[in-house]
């Protein structure tokens, strides 16, 4: 069978609308954009808030809070890459489901490194599950929940450490899930206790569901996008693909080999180019899954002005699904100070697109603009 051949300016152009960056979504639509890009990275909540603001039209400046703390329609919890995500609670089950499938915390590697055994593991994961039945804890009442549950007061400062290391197994098997702070202090709980969900999928049945998700809005991609995404090697990740079966099919994109769903590849090959820009957050979900072929979405050799150090992912400046520059903003007071910086000159239409979008930023923050351009 021949290869099916595209171009970067066809997958770009079919990833916009996949990714609600061509047209915005009605504000009713908000729980569908979420799990249409495979939720919203959530390392800092106020990305998160913009990554959805970029997405939907006319989104209310509370409308994330209330649907993770009032109407519990988004669920908080550590998922893929360990990284924290909020995810529609409704796909909860399947989305646990693969995290079930993480097996990098059970090696013997990882024990050494944290100074623990698989016993000792098993033992606070069965505790940390206990402790969060029907209860909202803080860190610190966790720890000592688990502590007296377990009888070692190490387990309680195991879950004391930053970074949540021992606080991602039992997110990952489902046992865990973030609940409303109180005061300035995070809070825990059992997704059980907190939403409601469908049971827990089949992890082979939950990881073909995943694996389709992040085609549906990533394709085409290669099996080293879809690992470093997911948070696995290659290896596993071309198994999980080749899983689909008949509803994947490989295409080449300008040389490099990759993967779509099959029902998606004749709109890429006529996919129409269409005018977008968008001021994307830092961790957009369009720019992380961009990283290994940012290249080709670049004007330049700006890759390391977007992917920055320790895993930042700068704010982007995204023209027609090309990442043209980066952005910042900070709240002054009743001011919004909105700094663009462009890579290269930009077309008058694109400078003025920027600018609405700008204005838009400064009305759902609630600030007066004061926009400034570097060139």
């Given at each position: 069978?021949?290869?099916?051949?595209?171009?970067?300016?066809?997958?770009?152009?079919?990833?916009?609308?996949?990714?609600?960056?061509?047209?915005?979504?009605?504000?009713?639509?908000?729980?569908?954009?979420?799990?249409?890009?495979?939720?919203?990275?959530?390392?800092?909540?106020?990305?998160?808030?913009?990554?959805?603001?970029?997405?939907?039209?006319?989104?209310?400046?509370?409308?994330?809070?209330?649907?993770?703390?009032?109407?519990?329609?988004?669920?908080?919890?550590?998922?893929?890459?360990?990284?924290?995500?909020?995810?529609?609670?409704?796909?909860?089950?399947?989305?646990?489901?693969?995290?079930?499938?993480?097996?990098?915390?059970?090696?013997?590697?990882?024990?050494?490194?944290?100074?623990?055994?698989?016993?000792?593991?098993?033992?606070?994961?069965?505790?940390?599950?206990?402790?969060?039945?029907?209860?909202?804890?803080?860190?610190?009442?966790?720890?000592?929940?688990?502590?007296?549950?377990?009888?070692?007061?190490?387990?309680?400062?195991?879950?004391?450490?930053?970074?949540?290391?021992?606080?991602?197994?039992?997110?990952?098997?489902?046992?865990?899930?973030?609940?409303p702070i109180s005061g300035q202090k995070v809070r825990f709980t059992h997704p059980a206790t907190w939403i409601n969900h469908s049971e827990h999928a089949d992890p082979s049945?939950?990881?073909?569901?995943?694996?389709?998700?992040?085609?549906?809005?990533?394709?085409?991609?290669?099996?080293?996008?879809?690992?470093?995404?997911?948070?696995?090697?290659?290896?596993?990740?071309?198994?999980?693909?080749?899983?689909?079966?008949?509803?994947?099919?490989?295409?080449?994109?300008?040389?490099?080999?990759?993967?779509?769903?099959?029902?998606?590849?004749?709109?890429?090959?006529?996919?129409?180019?269409?005018?977008?820009?968008?001021?994307?957050?830092?961790?957009?979900?369009?720019?992380?899954?961009?990283?290994?072929?940012?290249?080709?979405?670049?004007?330049g050799p700006y890759r390391d002005r977007i992917y920055r150090p320790a895993a930042w992912i700068s704010p982007v400046l995204l023209i027609n699904g090309r990442m043209d520059?980066?952005?910042?903003?900070?709240?002054?007071?009743?001011?919004?100070?909105?700094?663009?910086?462009?890579?290269?000159?930009?077309?008058k239409w694109a400078k003025e697109a920027a600018e609405r979008e700008a204005e838009r930023l400064a009305s759902f923050t609630g600030g007066a603009l004061e926009l400034a351009?570097?060139?």
């Open positions: 069978m021949t290869t099916v051949q595209l171009t970067w300016e066809q997958a770009i152009a079919w990833r916009l609308p996949r990714q609600h960056l061509l047209a915005r979504a009605p504000r009713e639509a908000m729980l569908e954009v979420v799990g249409d890009i495979c939720g919203l990275h959530a390392q800092l909540m106020s990305s998160a808030e913009l990554a959805l603001w970029a997405r939907v039209e006319n989104l209310e400046p509370d409308a994330v809070p209330k649907a993770l703390w009032t109407d519990r329609t988004l669920v908080k919890m550590w998922a893929m890459r360990g990284t924290l995500h909020l995810l529609p609670s409704a796909e909860f089950g399947f989305w646990q489901g693969a995290l079930s499938t993480y097996r990098h915390y059970l090696l013997p590697v990882w024990f050494r490194a944290f100074g623990i055994t698989r016993e000792e593991l098993e033992q606070l994961v069965t505790a940390v599950a206990k402790a969060l039945d029907n209860r909202l804890l803080t860190r610190d009442e966790l720890a000592d929940e688990v502590a007296r549950l377990t009888g070692s007061n190490k387990d309680g400062e195991r879950l004391r450490q930053n970074w949540g290391v021992f606080l991602k197994p039992p997110s990952f098997r489902g046992d865990l899930c973030f609940a049945t939950a990881m073909r569901a995943v694996t389709r998700h992040y085609l549906g809005s990533n394709g085409p991609a290669t099996r080293e996008d879809f690992a470093r995404w997911w948070g696995m090697s290659p290896a596993p990740a071309g198994r999980a693909i080749a899983a689909l079966g008949t509803e994947v099919v490989q295409v080449e994109i300008e040389g490099t080999k990759a993967y779509a769903l099959a029902e998606h590849v004749s709109d890429m090959q006529r996919a129409p180019e269409g005018r977008s820009v968008r001021l994307l957050p830092a961790f957009d979900q369009y720019v992380v899954g961009a990283w290994r072929g940012c290249e080709q979405q670049l004007p520059g980066v952005w910042r903003h900070e709240r002054k007071g009743r001011r919004l100070l909105v700094s663009i910086e462009p890579f290269v000159q930009i077309p351009w570097s060139f």
